[in-house]
């Protein structure tokens, strides 16, 4: 049996939530020839927010690692939405993450982790990436953390 990112979901007793609606007047995802850019995604579980506050004042590193994860768990649902399969994805090349942080936190990389960590869980190999940490401290609906993925997808002919 091929391992896949939806075999390793599996494993690890996740299941991929529906995805989510935007705030605004965006596109949830684009692709641009072979790139597939999410929108920014929040650590929604059934449609809740579960997140809010800032890291440092009313979260813990370990709760914004837990938000991280799954906004990032939210992000390769909308992958897979604008892909169908997640087989067709080559490489994470980037991950980019807004964190609501209190002033007096320094320790909002290890909170990232938990996007990190689990882009490798999912993807292996394929899930190294760059990424970039960027921090606020007022968030849309006073969220705790955004994710963005990069990827680039296989050709159509070329899928694993």
Not at 5 to 15: D, H, N, Q, W, Y
Not at 45 to 69: D, F, I, N, P
């Amino acid at each position: 049996m091929m391992i896949t990112p939806e075999s390793r979901l599996m494993t690890a007793g996740v299941a991929l939530p529906q995805v989510a609606r935007g705030l605004g007047n965006y596109e949830p995802y684009s692709i641009v020839g072979n790139q597939l850019m999410t929108s920014g995604q929040f650590p929604y579980l059934k449609g809740v927010l579960q997140y809010q506050g800032q890291l440092g004042a009313e979260h813990t590193v370990s709760e914004g690692y837990a938000a991280c994860r799954l906004a990032t768990l939210n992000a390769i649902a909308q992958l897979k939405q604008a892909c169908g399969e997640l087989t067709r994805i080559k490489q994470i090349y980037r991950l980019e993450g807004v964190l609501n942080v209190h002033e007096s936190c320094f320790e909002h990389p290890k909170a990232l982790d938990g996007a990190s960590d689990f882009l490798l869980e999912i993807f292996g190999e394929a899930g190294r990436h760059s990424r970039m940490i960027w921090t606020n401290p007022v968030m849309p609906l006073n969220s705790l953390c955004l994710v963005y993925l990069f990827a680039e997808l296989y050709p159509d002919d070329e899928q694993k």
